[in-house]
């Protein structure tokens, strides 16, 4: 186990290190670069531009520049940003907590509600319950998140005037319960797409749990049914689906990137398209470092939950 | 008077099953799974029901638990367990009887515990099902049980998860688990089909033992009739759904009646002892010579301390003359599918000479090999898994030769004329693998095999998969194959029956090496080696004349 532990975490880091040397230098091929916004100003020289792009040290041959990057990165000096100079660690900081709030609410409902459709699909297969949850998924999946953040809108906030239509609070009520009023509707939106794919999922791990030769010796000891299916038939059928967990995790954070812009959500995704829009380099690298620490934390944590659950990798 | 004769009857039997008809639901290949079938099982005695696949031995088994898919459903009969009419039953009424008046054993042991709860949770779970004992009398008899199946180290035992115990230890645990509530009852089905031979001779005395200690009723669903004759006090012989024969063991084993109990008898492979009658051989010397072969499997890495490395075939050497058939016998893990698999180059050895027709095949590369891959080809034994569903056989057939280069006219007809040879119709070409039986898919593997004119035959488990009728047709097509096209035969399998009928030479492997190696009146008469020994007085039904099996002496 402790080498298991060991040799994933290495893998982890080896990743962290590709994936960043590949945002670095696909963000510095982007015509125009860093330099990009500053070239549009007419008051700036040829001068002026040399100038900045010494200070800013982007006159330097890339590898340079990205070993140094990489460096302060590992001592904690995410860089500052172009917009407001203030430390990138410190802007995503500020938009961190209501990305997780969204992620984190919409992950509990695609996982409660996913699981229930996916073993209720499973023990009563071919029943109307069961096509239903088929069509549904379907129609979930083929139909982009905004529009359904747009119909919520048009009807849960326009019409019925229920929900709010955007933000994470009502400014000047911090209270718990305006928090979660708010955050119905974006994170029922994001978790749409999510029930969808993990239903689909539930049910076939379900299916092949339920043909095991020992759920047949568990009905031969005179187990009820109930504890069948949620003893030996979940708790199986649950095992591949903590690794589906760790995958869908980037997913979600690109979905949660929509539905932000949807609900006028504070959070990482719109923050990313904004300093998109600023040409913010070191805002969007932190950002894209900070996602991929992220999903290669969520797929390690997958693994080693796995492997705590099942006893042929904990005990081998 | 009716309430009289009932009242008497319903200790003396553990199970009645009158009249007994299961439908199938409609587009099966027979609308019933079992037609009017009645039998009695005698308590604390031991009832074989013995067929083939599809004779519904199983879904009689399955109905006395109650455990029938909700598709198929019972259309006429009675079952009485233990004075319990059952037909009819609510859900509710017969879970309260499974594992308390009636328990099961499965084929498969090593899919039937659950691979996330502890051995001793399992076997609590029997008890706690039906509201017995508090936990800590619950795992005392756990423990108990455990003791009682003969497992090593009970206490330890108890907080195993399964993956850690050898086939034969979790086939002692299933036992164990349906003896928790001492049932009336116990339903066998195929307990020893999937287990290695000296494993499965320690299961059936343990059966036996706990069958004659308990006085317990044992229904014990088997294919094989060296079993029936071990255990069995009764016969219930079962074809197609219908029970065409039944009485006493010692009566159905010696004066069966039924044309198809004769029949099967009859394809029971016995160990002959005698060696087989040498094909007029053209002296070409060994056709191969295998020298001092060495496999090592590695997984993990040094690096992290996890390497495990499994020596699988230690040094392996022999001989196929030309022409003749070597018997390559073990139990699983001995190293005689590795073996195969190095012969034909699906993987490579990590030391050692293959000569094939002189030349040491074991260092070329895929290239240079290539054109003697042809020479040696393989039948495999899962006849359902080795032939492609989406292709038609004439496609399969006709694949490999065409990639070698062959005109596909002449690939045609060389299939066609094949087809008919192993005893197909002409016009299997163009149909696909799921149209045939298993039997006739092993034929389909034996032509395409065929298709190369090869030199030699590798045979891995080709008949294990079958029933005993059909081995006995497939073994005599490969006797006659090779007396008409002088091939060579490797015939690796675990069943030394099967081995003594076909073989010239036998070498018996343990552990990666060859223990004893000579023709079969040696192997099964005069065995050399205790491994032998061991193997061959393991084998069930097969005692010198005169010694009556143990179950029906008493």
Redo the contacts between chains.
């Keep these: 186990m402790p080498a298991f532990l060991l040799k994933r975490l290495m893998q982890s880091v080896m990743l962290l290190v590709i994936v960043s040397i590949v945002g670095f230098v696909v963000l510095n091929l982007i015509p125009g670069g860093p330099m990009a916004q500053y070239a549009l100003d007419p008051g700036m020289t040829q001068e002026d531009m040399n100038r900045l792009a010494e200070q800013l040290g982007l006159n330097r041959p890339l590898w340079v520049q990205y070993l140094d990057w990489i460096w302060r990165l590992v001592q904690g000096d995410w860089g500052t940003s172009f917009r407001d100079g203030s430390p990138v660690l410190d802007v995503i900081g500020r938009h961190v907590f209501a990305t997780l709030l969204l992620m984190g609410s919409s992950t509990v409902i695609a996982v409660a509600v996913g699981t229930w459709i996916g073993i209720r699909g499973a023990t009563h297969r071919y029943s109307t319950f069961d096509y239903l949850a088929t069509v549904g998924a379907m129609i979930a999946l083929s139909i982009p998140t905004f529009w359904f953040g747009l119909i919520g809108i048009y009807v849960f906030s326009l019409k019925l005037g229920w929900l709010p239509a955007g933000n994470m609070y009502t400014i000047g009520d911090g209270s718990v319960l305006n928090y979660l009023h708010h955050l119905i509707m974006p994170s029922t939106v994001l978790a749409l797409v999510h029930i969808a794919i993990w239903s689909r999922f539930m049910r076939a791990a379900t299916l092949d749990a339920i043909s095991q030769e020992f759920v047949k010796t568990a009905r031969a000891k005179g187990v009820g049914e109930r504890r069948v299916i949620l003893k030996h038939v979940v708790g199986n059928a649950l095992l591949p689906m903590i690794t589906l967990a760790g995958v869908q995790l980037p997913s979600l954070l690109t979905g949660a990137l929509v539905t932000e812009t949807v609900f006028t959500w504070p959070g990482m995704g719109r923050l990313f398209l904004d300093s998109l829009g600023y040409s913010d380099y070191p805002v969007v690298m932190g950002l894209l470092i900070f996602s991929a620490i992220l999903t290669i934390a969520g797929n390690l944590i997958a693994d080693i939950v796995v492997a705590l659950v099942d006893p042929r990798i904990r005990l081998a | 008077m009716s309430a009289h004769i009932h009242a008497v009857s319903a200790p003396e039997v553990a199970l009645s099953v009158r009249g007994l008809t299961i439908s199938l639901p409609k587009g099966m290949e027979r609308a019933h799974a079992v037609e009017n079938i009645s039998f009695d099982l005698p308590r604390g005695q031991i009832l074989c029901v013995i067929g083939e696949s599809g004779s519904g031995k199983s879904v009689t088994a399955n109905t006395i ?1 109650g ?1 029938l898919p909700k598709a198929i459903g019972i259309t006429a009969g009675s079952i009485q367990l233990d004075g319990r009419e059952i037909v009819g039953m609510g ?1 509710e009424a017969l ?6 008046v009636v ?2 054993i ?1 084929q ?1 042991p090593l ?6 709860m502890t051995v001793g949770a399992q076997i609590d ?2 008890m706690l ?2 509201g017995v004992g508090t936990p800590t009398s619950r795992r005392e008899r756990a423990i108990e049980l455990l003791t009682e199946v003969g497992l090593p180290d009970p206490e330890v035992m108890y907080h195993q ?1 399964p ?2 115990l050898s086939g034969g230890q979790r086939q002692r645990v ?1 036992i164990a ?2 003896l928790a509530l001492e049932p009336a009852m116990l339903i066998a089905d195929e307990p020893t089909t999937a287990l290695d031979v000296t494993t499965q001779a320690q299961i059936l005395k343990l059966i036996r033992d706990i069958q004659h200690r308990k006085g317990m009723s044992v229904m014990f669903i088997t294919h094989d009739f060296g079993v029936v004759a071990e255990i069995a006090d009764s016969v219930v012989v079962m074809e197609k759904g219908r029970v065409v024969e039944q009485g006493s063991a010692s009566k159905v084993l010696r004066t069966p009646e039924h044309p198809y109990t004769k029949r099967l008898i009859a394809a029971v492979p016995h160990l002959t002892g005698e060696d087989r009658k040498p094909i007029p051989a053209k002296d070409a010397g060994p056709i191969l010579k295998v020298e001092n072969l060495v496999k090592t499997y590695r997984s993990g890495s040094a690096l ?3 390497l495990r490395v499994v020596p699988a075939v230690k040094g392996v050497s022999f001989e196929v003359a030309a022409g003749r058939t070597l018997g390559v016998v073990g139990e699983s893990g001995s190293g005689k599918s590795s073996l195969g698999r190095l012969l034909i180059k699906l993987m490579d050895c990590d030391g050692g000479r293959i000569l094939f027709d002189g030349v040491d095949i074991a260092p070329l590369s895929e290239p240079a090999f290539r054109s003697s891959r042809q020479k040696i080809q393989m039948i495999f034994q899962d006849p359902f898994a080795s032939l492609n569903p989406r292709t038609t056989i004439g496609r399969i057939l006709t694949v490999g030769p065409l990639a070698h280069g062959m005109a596909y006219a002449k690939a045609r007809e060389e299939a066609r004329a094949l087809l008919d040879h192993v005893g197909l119709d002409a016009g299997a070409f163009d149909r696909y693998p799921h149209e045939f039986s298993g039997g006739q898919r092993q034929r389909i593997g034996i032509a395409r095999a065929l298709m190369f004119k090869p030199k030699l035959l590798i045979a891995d488990e080709a008949v294990s998969a079958l029933d005993v009728s059909i081995q006995a047709q497939i073994l005599q097509l490969l006797d006659r194959v090779q007396r008409e096209t002088g091939v060579s035969m490797i015939f690796i399998t675990h069943d030394l029956r099967v081995a003594s009928q076909i073989c010239d030479e036998i070498a018996v492997m343990q552990k990666g090496e060859i223990v004893e190696q000579g023709p079969p009146s040696q192997i099964f008469l005069n065995p050399q080696s205790d491994y032998t020994r061991e193997l061959v007085a393991a084998i069930p039904g097969e005692r010198p004349q005169g010694q009556k099996p143990e179950a029906a002496e008493s």
């Design positions: 638990m455990l859900p879970r309260s009887l499974r594992g308390r328990s099961m499965f498969d899919s039937a515990l659950n691979p996330l779970e029997a099902a039906h998860y993956f850690r299933m688990m349906a992290f301390r996890t």
